[in-house]
């Protein structure tokens, strides 16, 4: 019990301590140690302490603040020669002001005006185009919107998402994008194309005539080893087509040397600058598989390249081409590749690499489903004119997900007589009200949400769109917000699938899982490192998510569990068995594999290094906001790093270095906080994989075994990282407290303050009747007054 | 459920000998024969491939043949690991003048003992002019060894003696060493004669002296033994030793530029590392001992995978390896030297296989140029096919290069 309190004391949310009086919390020690030099005598630096605002909302005086840590985190203040106060005093005052800091700049963030604007993300702007037109925008399109800001791991928090000129500019160019390819002047050019294995084999098209005479023109197919790329499969040979979605079929095997794994297919679109498909092909050679999957083109030519993402040669060696009468047709064949080539099989017909073996792609599109098509004639161009203003008014009301007046689209209808139909529907989809989820009214003070308001709020928290007609009908009748209809509406909701979004999106954000491969590990230490991997480590995360989604599971099962997602190129990476089936699959884990929950998955690891090495720091600042919702003061500024182990210097671990780093007692006061926190994940390496003894590249003698003990500030010792997570797994209600803030965050687009305590904490009782199960959790938060709450 | 291919082509190009249970007269590309089961065939040569290793002799009318049979071709190949004599010292069929008489050790082919009928007919075969009539000893096709009579009769420890020479020097009678048994030879002004180190003549010839010979076309009338030209005679053990060393010189030389050949016996890799591994190879009968130091203080060699005729695709297609050990092994199969070598690759090629013949040569044994019409690649400039020519489901003629 002891121990749970002091651990729920260390990391109690920021604002429970913004309620102490600055007065009796650190007045006295400005007093005592600054007041002197800055205050009202000699206002050295022209600086005085205590004329500083109290008020922790206010942008400058916090700027002062803030410079005040650092000074005294960095040792420089009080000056060595006045007294010295004693470090545990100092980090006191330090912890206070950071905490209040922290505090007054999520007031700010949350202060509101009496309309709230928030824009959408580009992945809901999206979607949201997609629900209303049916029409696929590509927003990650080379030239189409830059990426969202974020706040810590979260891109949808409304203060974050500023607009600005080249803002308009692109969602100008957008609308008109959309709304052409929705109505385009002539029907688009349908293509179906089929290109062969030899029409993508270079060395053999030339070979067409001799090898339909052999009788063998259909059995050939194209080997594609590790690392080996071959260009022309693109969609239209080489001409331009129209923008659009196709629809993609390839044929191919994919054979796997014993116990290694499986080659990984990678179409990589030129035109995109992504890979636009990937997946890892278990196939035996006379057991092909036919993958489909739908693709976004623009216009114009589109090339697309294959590749078999696999570790292997780098070179292409002898191994290139089918020279002379060499075709391949079969592994087995001898004739199939030249004596001299790179040798692929083993004497016994075993494949020595992951190899792709290639028979077709088909292309087919752009495509229209049905249901797109429907959603497009609601508001297609209709002939009279009348009738536009009216299908003009319904669209701008879908659009802007709200009722609108006359005198709302009056300027919409002017643009429709000067100009044309489509332009008014460009110009609505331009317009802010589109792009922009508003919640208040101009004219009125309204502490909560309105229906409409509502809808879009729910929405957009659990499929990342636009509400749908049942939703708008509710908000029409005035019914959404009752409670018993809000429920119903949360179980329609989260069984569709849309709410797929949601289970992909939300922990993406707050595991802040696009910090993977934010640094790129360094090929000579990580040479095994790819961006099969790297994809592969997100995915962990986000189907594990998905999974205790879906079975509404306890969110215990975030810090701790036996089971975890795995694809063979993730149980490869742990050193586990690698599974039959190449997309991910449920696996359940034996201690030994020392994995099990979300902190000892290979994304967090590695999403808290740097490019060379592990950081536990960084691995404890991530625990402590992620986990705990906490945010320690920033590091001080000028900080040396940490130097490489000298070559004539005993070998040292990190934690070694690390404690010798920060032998100054002001930077020890934080530390002793943060890094027990990161030290526990000692045994993973900077990419996750686990080890007994860290790798240090130079120095004297034997790499250094690795120590993950460590202790609470309370005491609370644990030697590993299963022994810590054992520990958070006690303090759950803490963590459930935390989770419960980060869904806040994403659903409401905003940071949450001390006003919303006494909410967070009453969702989070309210969640633990029903053992923290995550559907329960989101439900709660949807029906509690803070949703409401505008 | 499909049959991998290279099972099928190898069960196709086992189909005989399986059908024959086995057939040790069968003699294959892939590995050793059983020893003692070719059959003695000597002839002269009237047709040599030497590229492809192949050629045709005339057989000998040595009596096993019915007269009406006789003189038909003999077309044959020689196996990958086949070997080759003249003067006492490994050669190619390039060393051997046409119209050598020669001996040879024959295997049935992948066909095995099929039948050869030739038409029933009154005439002489050879005046019948007929392109498709061969031997009756046509199944044994498959050339284990070939030797001249100098190595022939050298290996096997025999001279003949000269008995008696005709007035006109146009004919000896010898007597072979150890037997009674004695042949009337012809000579004439192209006979070469060697004495010590140079050319002699034929007065320098004289009854009493145990020569070797190497005889030329003979059979035309009944016997070689009453009819065949003589054209080289040695009579003494300096010039036989001379024209041993010469030959042995020039193939030395041959090897050194292409590698001497190998079996490979088998190959392991190492898990998980790809095409890296280790290759056994045992190398073919014939090679030189100076040749054989040199690949056991090799720290590395280059390897060509050839066809079985020898052939070479490019010289630019080497493989590098280590030599890791040398080794020798008891009782060598025929065509087997009995030399094993294990060798290292941190990259295999596909011609690395259990079965496949390769080339072995010392890093600076290779030079940048062969004989352009050796090489298969980038083509085959030897368009035109001498028998046999056994036909697998791959080939067409005028295959793209």
Not at chain 2, 92 to 108: N, S
């Amino acid at each position: 019990m002891v121990q749970k309190t002091l651990f729920a004391l260390l990391f109690l949310p920021a604002f429970a301590q913004c309620g102490d009086d600055f007065a009796t919390a650190v007045a006295p020690f400005f007093e005592q140690h600054c007041n002197r030099c800055h205050g009202e005598k000699k206002k050295k630096g022209s600086l005085r302490l205590d004329e500083l605002s109290r008020d922790f909302t206010l942008g400058p005086d916090v700027e002062l603040w803030h410079e005040v840590i650092t000074r005294m985190g960095a040792g420089e203040m009080p000056p060595e020669d006045e007294p010295q106060p004693s470090a545990a005093e100092a980090q006191a005052v330090m912890d206070w002001l950071a905490d209040s800091i922290k505090a007054g700049k999520e007031a700010r963030m949350a202060k509101r005006a009496r309309v709230a604007h928030y824009r959408l993300s580009r992945e809901e702007y999206a979607n949201t185009v997609y629900d209303l037109l049916g029409v696929t925008f590509d927003p990650e399109a080379p030239g189409a919107f830059t990426p969202d800001p974020q706040w810590h791991g979260f891109e949808r928090i409304g203060s974050e998402l500023a607009l600005s000129p080249s803002h308009i500019e692109k969602y100008l160019k957008a609308a008109r994008e959309i709304v052409d390819r929705a109505w385009p002047e002539k029907p688009p050019r349908e293509i179906k194309s089929h290109r062969r294995a030899i029409d993508i084999d270079w060395n053999n098209r030339e070979k067409e005539k001799w090898i339909e005479d052999l009788g063998i023109l259909d059995q050939v197919r194209t080997e594609i080893w590790p690392g080996h790329t071959l260009s022309y499969l693109r969609p239209h040979g080489g001409h331009g087509h129209d923008s659009g979605v196709y629809k993609v079929r390839i044929k191919l095997s994919g054979v796997t040397p014993p116990g290694a794994r499986p080659p990984h297919l990678s179409l990589f679109s030129k035109k995109l600058d992504r890979i636009i498909y990937e997946a890892d092909v278990l196939a035996p050679e006379d057991e092909p598989v036919i993958l489909e999957f739908e693709t976004f083109f623009p216009s114009g030519q589109n090339d697309v390249k294959i590749t078999n993402v696999a570790p292997g040669p780098k070179n292409s060696g002898g191994g290139t081409g089918q020279p002379g009468e060499f075709v391949f047709t079969t592994l087995d064949d001898p004739k199939s590749r030249a004596p001299w080539q790179r040798k692929l099989t083993d004497d016994d017909g075993n494949p020595l690499y992951p190899l792709l073996i290639f028979d077709w792609i088909e292309w087919e599109g752009p495509i229209t489903e049905p249901e797109d098509q429907k959603k497009r004639d609601r508001f297609a161009p209709p002939p009279e004119e009348e009738i536009a203003l009216s299908k003009l008014k319904a669209f701008a009301e879908a659009a802007w997900r709200r009722p609108v007046s006359d005198q709302e689209t009056a300027r919409y209808r002017k643009i429709v007589e000067d100009y044309d139909y489509k332009t008014g529907l460009v110009a609505i989809l331009a317009s802010k009200n589109f792009f922009y989820i508003s919640e208040g009214e101009p004219n009125v003070n309204r502490p909560t949400v309105n229906n409409y308001e509502l809808a879009s709020r729910l929405s957009y928290f659990l499929w990342g769109t636009m509400p749908d007609s049942t939703l708008f009908s509710l908000a029409a009748d005035g019914t959404l917000a009752e409670k018993d209809v809000l429920r119903k509406q949360i179980d329609r909701m989260l069984s569709d699938p849309k709410s797929e979004t949601f289970a992909e999106s939300f922990p993406h954000q707050w595991l802040q899982l696009s910090k993977v491969g934010e640094f790129p590990p360094d090929e000579k230490l990580y040479p095994d490192y790819d961006q099969w991997l790297e994809k592969s480590m997100v995915m962990e995360s986000l189907r594990y998510f998905a999974e205790v989604y879906q079975n509404n599971l306890s969110i215990d099962n975030f810090l701790n569990s036996n089971w975890t997602m795995l694809n063979p190129r993730l149980a490869d990476h742990y050193g586990l068995p690698i599974p039959k089936t190449a997309d991910f699959e449920r696996v359940t884990l034996a201690p030994e594999a020392n994995r099990g929950g979300l902190l000892t998955q290979a994304s967090i690891l590695s999403l808290t290094s740097d490019g060379t090495r592990h950081r536990p720091v960084h691995r404890g600042v991530w625990l402590s906001e992620t986990i705990f919702g906490k945010t320690p003061p920033p590091p001080p500024p000028n900080v040396d790093a940490i130097e490489p182990n000298p070559v004539d210097k005993p070998k040292a671990t990190i934690r070694e270095k690390l404690a010798a780093h920060i032998a100054d007692e002001n930077c020890a006061g934080c530390h002793a906080k943060i890094d027990p926190l990161g030290l526990a994940f000692d045994n993973y390496d900077a990419i996750g994989r686990w080890r007994t003894e860290e790798e240090v590249p130079n120095g004297i003698g034997k790499n250094p075994p690795v120590d993950a003990s460590g202790s609470l500030p309370d005491g609370t010792a644990f030697s590993n990282a299963r022994e810590f997570k054992e520990i958070l797994l006690s303090d759950r209600d803490r963590f459930a407290r935390a989770f419960v803030e980060k869904l806040a965050n994403y659903a409401l687009r905003r940071a949450m303050t001390v006003d919303d305590e006494a909410q967070l904490s009453a969702i989070t009782t309210r969640a633990k009747a029903n053992n923290y199960r995550l559907r329960d959790v989101m439900t709660e938060l949807v029906v509690s007054e803070l949703f409401m709450k505008r | 459920m499909l049959i991998p291919m290279r099972i099928i082509s190898i069960l196709l190009y086992l189909i005989p000998a399986l059908t024959l249970a086995g057939d040790p007269r069968i003699a294959l590309d892939s590995e050793f024969p059983a020893p003692g089961k070719a059959k003695m065939i000597s002839g002269e040569i009237t047709l040599i491939e030497h590229v492809n290793r192949r050629g045709i002799l005339r057989p000998d009318r040595d009596g096993t043949i019915n007269k009406y049979y006789w003189d038909l071709p003999h077309s044959f190949e020689m196996l990958p690991y086949g070997s080759i004599y003249y003067h006492g010292a490994p050669a190619e069929l390039k060393d051997i003048p046409i119209g050598t008489h020669l001996h040879g050790q024959f295997h049935l082919g992948p066909e095995g003992p099929f039948e050869v009928t030739p038409p029933v007919s009154n005439y002489a075969a050879g005046k019948m002019a007929r392109p498709d009539l061969r031997s009756v000893e046509s199944q044994y096709s498959r050339a284990m060894l070939l030797e001249d009579d100098f190595s022939f009769y050298t290996r096997n420890g025999i001279t003949w003696e000269i008995k008696n020479i005709t007035e006109d020097r146009g004919e000896i009678v010898v007597e072979k060493s150890g037997d009674d048994e004695s042949m009337t030879l012809r000579i004439d002004r192209g006979t070469r004669v060697w004495k010590d180190k140079s050319i002699a003549s034929r007065d320098d010839l004289a009854v009493g002296q145990k020569i070797v010979m190497n005889l030329g076309w003979g059979t035309l009338l009944g016997s070689y033994k009453q009819d065949a030209l003589c054209r080289e005679i040695w009579i003494d053990e300096a010039s036989r030793l001379a024209a041993t060393d010469v030959q042995r010189g020039i193939h030395i030389e041959h090897q050194k530029r292409r590698g001497v050949p190998a079996l490979v016996i088998k190959t392991e890799h190492d898990p998980g590392k790809g095409a890296k591994g280790w290759l056994t190879a045992q190398l073919y009968e014939g090679i030189d001992p100076e040749l054989l130091e040199e690949l056991k203080n090799a720290k590395s060699v280059l390897t060509q995978c050839v066809e079985p005729s020898l052939r070479m695709y490019n010289v630019n297609t080497s493989g590098s390896g280590r030599v890791e050990s040398v080794t020798e092994i008891e009782n060598p199969p025929p065509g087997c030297s009995g030399i094993e070598l294990r060798i290292h690759f941190y990259e295999m090629q596909e011609g690395h296989r259990k079965g496949r013949t390769i080339r072995i040569a010392e890093r600076s044994w290779f030079r940048p140029v062969l004989p352009r019409e050796e090489l298969l690649r980038p083509n085959d400039l030897r368009a035109f096919s001498v028998e046999p020519k056994y036909i697998t489901g791959r080939d067409l003629p005028n295959s793209p290069q």
